[in-house]
């Protein structure tokens, strides 16, 4: 009797581990087959992930090749003959502004400076005239007295087919600095420098421009329009609005025969960032500003948003696509240095 309840007993584990096993196996192959699901959906991401990648790797190098290594191979572009005779060059007795000038009038165009100080407009005039062999001539304008110099700017443009207007007078922190220790005096000079006069200067020659069906206008912005750079705040707020500007007026006036390029550097040795013992002399990544104004003066025609130079563009992409986050906090950290040097060597 015993030895057959333990036989039943026997069975009837027997069949209770056969159904646990058949139970188990058969969760194993579903747990399998799902995770085989999330393996293929993964592997289908990263497929995804990894052409998008390569295919935007090869868009920029072909960017890069066909904006700063072709046309430097190649011929370069008559750009009196795609814009016009005249070029206006705005703070163009030192820096970017005067070697800009200098490149354009090597392709002879015929150079109208406008700056604050006389003596450096005589002088910068006279030396591209004899260096060049082109027309020059003057204006003699303060951009920081808000709206007084265009009347006389206008007058003095009136009959002149400008081809190429350079928007590229600018003034930046006299180092970076807390929002609150500017002082009123400084950000209305950035409102005026910075910003109105690309706008005027804009609307004074676009429409002559337009009448011709034909012209560029090349508005000097910064790398620091790109992301958020605390304690130099206006600065970058003022750059953002120039690139902005240039970028929706580009397509407000391309079919009108008009090319608006926003020009994003970054550091180039100017006396500009000379309180800066990084940018104050030129090196790998801070080109002199003629170094910077012949790759620049290339992307002409090619390029509606562009740093103007190719180590730039790669420090440019990189800082682009760093979250803002990074990007504020190692520029706040820089600007906190800079800004400690520049006040001990006061
Ligand atoms: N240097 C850089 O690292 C860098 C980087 C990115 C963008 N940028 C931009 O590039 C542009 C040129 O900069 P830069 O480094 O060549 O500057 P810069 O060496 O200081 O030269 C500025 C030029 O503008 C003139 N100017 C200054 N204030 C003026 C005013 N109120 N009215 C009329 N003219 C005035 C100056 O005349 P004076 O000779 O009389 O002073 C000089 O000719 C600026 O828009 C700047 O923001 C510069």
Not at 112 to 140: G, Q
Not at 146 to 157: D, M, N, S, T
Request: aromatic share 10%.
């Amino acid at each position: 009797m015993s030895a057959l309840r333990l036989l039943g007993i026997s069975a009837i584990m027997l069949v209770i581990t056969m159904a646990a096993v058949d139970r188990f196996s058969l969760l194993y192959r579903e747990i399998s087959r799902s995770c085989n699901f999330y393996i293929e959906a993964l592997a289908i991401v990263g497929a995804w992930y990894t052409v998008r990648k390569c295919v935007s790797l090869a868009f920029d190098t072909y960017s890069m090749l066909r904006l700063h290594v072709i046309p430097r191979l190649g011929g370069e572009v008559d750009l009196v003959k795609q814009y016009g005779k005249w070029a206006v060059v705005t703070g163009s007795t030192d820096g970017i502004g005067k070697a800009y000038a200098e490149e354009l009038a090597k392709r002879g165009l015929n150079i109208i400076l406008v700056s604050r100080n006389k003596e450096k407009l005589e002088a910068v005039s006279r030396s591209i005239s004899e260096t060049y062999k082109v027309e020059t001539d003057f204006i003699v304008a303060d951009f920081s007295k808000g709206r007084e110099p265009y009347p006389a700017i206008k007058e003095a443009l009136k009959d002149r087919e400008i081809g190429i207007l350079v928007n590229n007078v600018g003034m930046f922190n006299a180092y970076p600095d807390y929002f609150t220790n500017l002082s009123e005096d400084v950000l209305w000079d950035m409102i005026h420098i910075n910003i109105a006069s690309a706008n005027m200067m804009t609307h004074i020659v676009l429409p002559g421009m337009v009448k011709k069906k034909k012209g560029a206008i090349v508005n000097v912005s910064s790398a620091f329009c790109c992301q958020p750079t605390p304690l130099l705040t206006i600065y970058g707020a003022s750059k953002s609005y120039v690139d902005y500007f240039s970028r929706a007026l580009h397509y407000e006036y391309a079919s009108k025969g008009i090319f608006v390029q926003s020009l994003t550097p970054s550091a180039i040795a100017t006396k500009m960032v000379a309180f800066n013992s990084f940018t104050a002399k030129r090196s790998v990544f801070v080109p002199s500003a003629e170094e910077y104004a012949s790759h620049a003066v290339s992307t002409l025609g090619l390029s509606k948003r562009t740093t103007g130079y190719w180590k730039h563009a790669i420090e440019f992409t990189l800082a682009e696509s760093l979250p803002e986050w990074i990007w504020a906090r190692i520029s706040l950290y820089i600007s906190r240095i800079v800004r400690k040097q520049a006040l001990t060597s006061k």
